[in-house]
């Protein structure tokens, strides 16, 4: 497949929007694509509200954490965009690696983005990316994504019946796809569809991959030592982000002992509950929250005081 959506879906209703009345225009939509597709991006909070977004009991959507930056590979075209993903809140758990060449379609009034995927799915962490070709990556001709701004969004889509990728069991599918990319939110959704039109993937959920922007935080905790010791422990300069991220410390006691912190920028999908940044203190990993302190979503500055652990997170 292309690895550019990351579910599998019906494709949006919603439109590819008119080109624009003259070609000029796409060169700055262009350098404005590649910035706003830069970032962390994360879905945690379509895996939190999974029940409240109508999602069966037993298929919920799968966590997703996908990287973007842009990379250097001249061989690629001039403007290069690298993803790297991985799911379960895990780091180890490796998704997909991509990279996106992106240029101005004259022809069809719109920018497009070749998508090419490495030989086993994966680069090595050292690998010389200046040295990269089509001829060195995979490529699906016909599977180009092809985006056009829409106000203050960017629409992206492959054409209908464009791209056809033949499986290693022989058979042929079809690959459609749409994306919606604004400032803080990235929706993806892939249609894949055998030649007699039927969805490869019905069990998967019928919706996009929900991600937004993932803000990095900086912490610090400071935990009093268990008697007979005395003093504090105390971490600093711990990383987290707020789709979900987590970070955890071990203290020096004699009787060594884990704290986490987790955070979410809650965006509540129905009801009237206030979206807040929140912050959840845990003792144990995969259970529930001991506490938690919450603030407006745009705070830069959250903490917590529970005598028996403080600290506090700021961007």
Request: charged content about 25%.
């Amino acid at each position: 497949m292309t690895g550019l959506a990351l579910a599998a879906g019906p494709v949006l209703t919603q439109s590819a929007p008119p080109a624009p009345l003259a070609a000029g225009p796409l060169e700055r939509d262009l350098r404005a694509l590649v910035e706003m597709f830069q970032g962390d991006w994360d879905n945690a909070e379509q895996v939190g509200f999974a029940e409240e977004l109508g999602f069966p009991a037993d298929a919920p959507p799968t966590r997703r954490h996908v990287t973007i930056r842009r990379v250097e590979a001249p061989g690629l075209g001039p403007l290069v965009l690298k993803l790297d993903e991985y799911r379960n809140n895990d780091p180890t758990d490796l998704g997909r690696q991509r990279f996106y060449a992106l240029a101005v379609d004259a022809d069809q009034r719109a920018i497009r983005m070749d998508s090419f995927t490495p030989p086993g799915d994966r680069l090595a962490p050292d690998a010389n990316l200046a040295s990269l070709t089509p001829a060195t990556l995979r490529r699906n001709p016909g599977c180009e994504t092809l985006w056009r701004r829409s106000a203050d969004q960017f629409i992206g889509w492959i054409e209908d019946g464009a791209c056809s990728v033949r499986t290693n069991a022989g058979t042929t599918l079809a690959i459609g796809a749409e994306i919606v990319l604004s400032e803080d939110q990235l929706w993806m959704t892939e249609t894949v569809r055998d030649t007699e039109g039927r969805d490869v993937t019905p069990d998967e959920p019928d919706a996009p991959v929900q991600y937004r922007r993932a803000t990095a935080f900086t912490c610090w905790i400071a935990v009093p030592r268990q008697a007979p010791q005395e003093g504090w422990f105390f971490a600093r300069d711990l990383t987290i982000h707020d789709q979900g991220g987590e970070v955890w410390i071990t203290t020096d006691e004699t009787t060594p002992r884990s704290f986490g912190f987790g955070m979410r920028n809650v965006r509540w999908p129905t009801g009237q509950n206030a979206d807040a940044l929140t912050l959840y203190v845990h003792d144990q990993r995969g259970a529930p929250a001991i506490s938690y302190a919450w603030a407006n979503p745009d705070a830069t500055r959250i903490g917590i005081n529970l005598r028996t652990l403080q600290g506090s997170c700021s961007r």
